[in-house]
């Protein structure tokens, strides 16, 4: 059994995407109402603020 490949929630890009390794361990996962997502590291620093204040993804 595989995990599921990462996909960053905000614009899609693909974490198995990524040729830079540190890129690729600069993503982030956030688990909401047993869901988990994932943001790749550019989406993760546009919304950090939105992240740390714990807002509804509808607010971002």
Known sequence: MTAPEA???RCGR???DERDSLA???WVSTR???RERWLCP???R???RD???KLPD???
């Open 7 to 9: 996909t960053c929630s």
């Open 14 to 16: 693909a974490r198995s």
């Open 24 to 26: 690729a361990l600069s």
């Open 32 to 34: 909401e109402d047993g």
């Open 42 to 44: 550019h989406c993760a």
């Open 46 to 48: 546009d919304h950090a």
């Open 51 to 53: 992240i740390e204040a």
């Open 58 to 60: 509808e607010y971002w």
